[in-house]
């Protein structure tokens, strides 16, 4: 199967729009999964822009 979202589509997937259904995608393991690589990449370009104005 593919993805949608970046959601897992699976067999047994929900398509219900619910709180429930929202809250377990938000706190997801892929959704922490990207954020963790966000803050990886924002903390690079900070660094790299410090470094780059330092005198």
């Known amino acids: ?9 699976t067999d047994d997937f ?3 729009v619910s709180v429930a259904n ?6 997801s393991q892929h959704m922490l999964i990207g954020l963790l690589v ?3 990449f ?8 410090h ?3 330092d005198n």
Do not use: K, N, S, Y
């Open 1 to 9: 199967m593919g993805a949608a979202l970046g959601i897992p589509i």
């Open 14 to 16: 929900d398509h219900a």
């Open 22 to 27: 929202m809250l377990d995608r938000l706190f």
């Open 38 to 40: 966000a803050a990886v």
């Open 42 to 49: 924002l903390g690079a370009a900070l660094w790299l822009r």
């Open 51 to 53: 470094r780059a104005t």
